[in-house]
Structures are given as structure tokens and as C-alpha cells.
């Protein structure tokens, strides 16, 4: 039991440390990579009028960081970015057929 306990121990603790260093063996092409699936989803989104300003200021972020060599920051920002034009979609799809309140149809 304590070997099981201290294996376990020492498994989260390796998860912990090596955790940042994982995130920072990002590569340029993995920047890229995640930069050009981000641009794939907001272009998505764009197609049914749901793209969300915030994803194109996460996407401008991305490249940036990708400009100045920091592909771990451009590989999260543009995994943000992915991410809210994914939702921005599936929002704009939700309410396509929403409508107006009858108050402004007056």
C-alpha cells in the first residue's frame, strides 16, 4: 500500500513539474499548426455571421508571439482563439432562427 502511495506520489509531482516544461517544447510548426486550425474555426464562424471580435484580437496575439519566437504563447493564444470561434459558431447556429422580440417588429 505505501508503495502504491508513494508511486502515485511521485507520478503527480513529475505531472507537476514537467507540466510547464511540456508547454514551453512548443514548436514553430505546432504555433503554426494551432494558428491555422484557429483561422480554419473563425473562418467557420464567419460563414453563418457569428464571428466574435475578441477571436481576431487572440488570432493578431498568436501571430505576434509566433513573430517574435515565443510558439508556446502563440500555440495557447491561438488554442484560445480555436476555441471561441468553435463557440461563436455553435452560438450563431443556436440562435439563427431566433428572431426579434415582438417589440421591435412594431
Keep these: 500500500m505505501a508503495k502504491k502511495t508513494l508511486l502515485s506520489a511521485l507520478l503527480a509531482a513529475g ?3 514537467g507540466g510547464p516544461a511540456l508547454a514551453a517544447a512548443s514548436s514553430m510548426q505546432d504555433a503554426q ?3 491555422a486550425a484557429a483561422k480554419a474555426a473563425n473562418k ?3 460563414s453563418v455571421d457569428g464571428e466574435w471580435t475578441t477571436t481576431d484580437i487572440l488570432l493578431k496575439g498568436a501571430a505576434k508571439a509566433e513573430s517574435e519566437k515565443d510558439y508556446a504563447k502563440a500555440v495557447k493564444l491561438a488554442k484560445e482563439a480555436e476555441r471561441d470561434a468553435k463557440i461563436s459558431y455553435t452560438q ?3 440562435q439563427k432562427h431566433a428572431g426579434n422580440p415582438s417589440y421591435l417588429t412594431k
Design 44 to 46: 467557420q464562424a464567419a
Design 15 to 17: 505531472l507537476v513539474v
Design 33 to 35: 499548426a494551432a494558428i
Design 92 to 94: 450563431a447556429m443556436s
